[in-house]
T-cell receptor, first 115, second 113 residues
Framework: GAGVSQTPSNKVTEKGKYVELRCDPI?????LYWYRQSLGQGPEFLIY????????DSGLPNDRFFAVRPEGSVSTLKIQRTERGDSAVYLC?????????????FGPGTRLTVL | GENVEQHPSTLSVQEGDSAVIKCTYS??????FPWYKQELGKGPQLIID?????GEKKDQRIAVTLNKTAKHFSLHITETQPEDSAVYFC????????????FGSGTRLLVRP
């Protein structure tokens, strides 16, 4: 079956612009996660959705970052007034979410470059 | 907060040799320890995991060992092949937020043919 998909695969934008990154989780997965991976580092947790609600958004770096999942499936990560330091690969993952420690399946990521 | 240290950052081995990557962590309440493999341009993929009620788990050429007292766990790859070349990440999940993966900084493994 299809895995987690993310669009776009690459996004180049200018400082100060607004961007949206999309994630399509595996069908039937109720839990969805966003991580950010800087060059040469491991992924860092941003936000976790269980269904439509953000159960934990403690990893979002500041209020320029926001994520939604209105119908409990597709999620969009939104970044306002982008800064050069936002450049990274943004990874989305999903899991069945019904038990603790379910395997998280990752998408290929969106590489964001802020000029 | 929780912290995971991973060593070495790079590892080069001859095809057929073994590779060992080690992680230490600070949160003694962690009880789930997955290992992910990330190839260039792809997302991380789970290759093996272990829970705190066991000390070792094997899956063909891959094994993970866990020492909860010393708070470290290791990935062992035997009979390495060129396709094992990738970046490997260990991770933990905090007990109070078991949905959250805390990753190490990664090990770039190169298997020389």
């Amino acid at each position: 079956g299809a895995g987690v998909s993310q669009t776009p695969s690459n996004k180049v934008t200018e400082k100060g612009k607004y961007v949206e990154l999309r994630c399509d989780p595996i069908s039937g997965h109720t839990a969805l996660y966003w991580y950010r991976q800087s060059l040469g580092q491991g992924p860092e947790f941003l936000i976790y959705f269980q269904g439509t609600g953000a159960a934990d958004d403690s990893g979002l770096p500041n209020d320029r970052f926001f994520a939604v999942r209105p119908e409990g499936s597709v999620s969009t990560l939104k970044i306002q007034r982008t800064e050069r330091g936002d450049s990274a690969v943004y990874l989305c993952a999903s899991s069945l979410g019904t038990l603790r420690n379910n395997e998280q399946f990752f998408g290929p990521g969106t590489r964001l470059t802020v000029l | 907060g929780e912290n995971v240290e991973q060593h070495p950052s790079t590892l080069s081995v001859q095809e057929g040799d073994s590779a060992v990557i080690k992680c230490t962590y600070s949160d003694s309440a962690s009880n789930y320890f997955p290992w992910y493999k990330q190839e260039l341009g792809k997302g991380p993929q789970l290759i093996i995991d272990i829970r705190s009620n066991v000390g070792e788990k094997k899956d063909q050429r891959i094994a993970v060992t866990l020492n909860k007292t010393a708070k470290h766990f290791s990935l062992h790859i035997t009979e390495t092949q060129p396709e094992d070349s990738a970046v490997y990440f260990c991770a933990i999940t905090p007990l109070d937020s078991s949905y959250k993966l805390i990753f190490g900084s990664g090990t770039r493994l190169l298997v020389r043919p």
